[in-house]
């Protein structure tokens, strides 16, 4: 089975603050992506890695950045924590059959920024 | 750059009744997934159908997919109090490996 683990479940940082969020796949996939979820928005991407140093901007990526150094772990950093990225982040990575391609989650990080 | 929309946004059933859930899309698409959330989790994929199939069954779930109406519907038969989650449809965009998320459709089965 696939499994994807993100470090954290709950974090708690406080406004300013660089933080770190990472996650990692164990099967071997190229793609890999970062999600915000808030009530009344649904899932929003953030960024996605296609391979090992290399990322795409997503709809929302002002106040983040990436790291993709490892094909196995894409790493989510926000430079100067906010209030307004208070915020459920999931990790997700894909493995593409031809044109379809299901994605596998992690359980998910619930941050809160005071 | 929302593509799906759930219909409804919450459903509440009891046990052993069928729940179905609406999802519109607006470009064409080659595939359409549907995912469920278990309250305070990840998203778990539950199927895919093509482009080219109507109908599609996995256990108790039955989906369908209509391309002329840029629409598809997922049915739970017989659902139990397990099936609570929040269930959301995925469509490509733009043809990549990138999904776009519907906002979701909250289902409660009461027992």
């Known amino acids: 089975d696939v499994k994807v683990t993100q470090s954290s479940r709950y974090l708690v940082k406080r406004t300013g603050e660089k933080v770190f969020l990472e996650c990692v796949q164990d099967m071997d996939h190229e793609n890999m992506f970062w999600y915000r979820q808030d009530p009344g928005l649904g899932l929003r991407l953030i960024y996605f890695s296609y391979d090992v140093k290399m990322k795409e901007k997503g709809d929302i990526p002002e106040g983040y950045s990436v790291s993709r150094e490892k094909k196995e772990r894409f790493s989510l950093i926000l430079e100067s924590a906010s209030t307004n990225q208070t915020s459920m982040y999931l990790c997700a990575s894909t493995v593409g059959q031809g044109d379809s391609y299901e994605q596998y989650f992690g359980p998910g990080t619930r941050l809160t920024v005071t | 750059s929302q593509q799906g929309e759930e219909d409804p946004q919450a459903l509440s059933i009891q046990e052993g009744e069928n729940a179905t859930m609406n999802c519109s899309y607006k470009?064409?698409?080659?595939?359409l997934q549907w995912y469920r959330q278990n309250s305070g989790r990840g998203l778990v994929h539950l199927i895919l159908?093509?482009?080219?199939?109507r109908e599609k069954h996995s256990g108790r779930l039955r989906v369908t997919l209509d391309t002329s109406k840029k629409s598809s519907s997922l049915l739970i038969t017989a659902s139990r109090a397990a099936d609570t989650a929040s269930y959301f449809c995925a469509t490509p965009q733009g043809g990549s490996e990138k999904l776009v998320f519907g906002k979701g459709t909250k289902l409660t089965v009461n027992p």
């Open positions: 159908i093509r482009s080219n199939e």
């Open positions: 470009t064409s698409i080659n595939n």
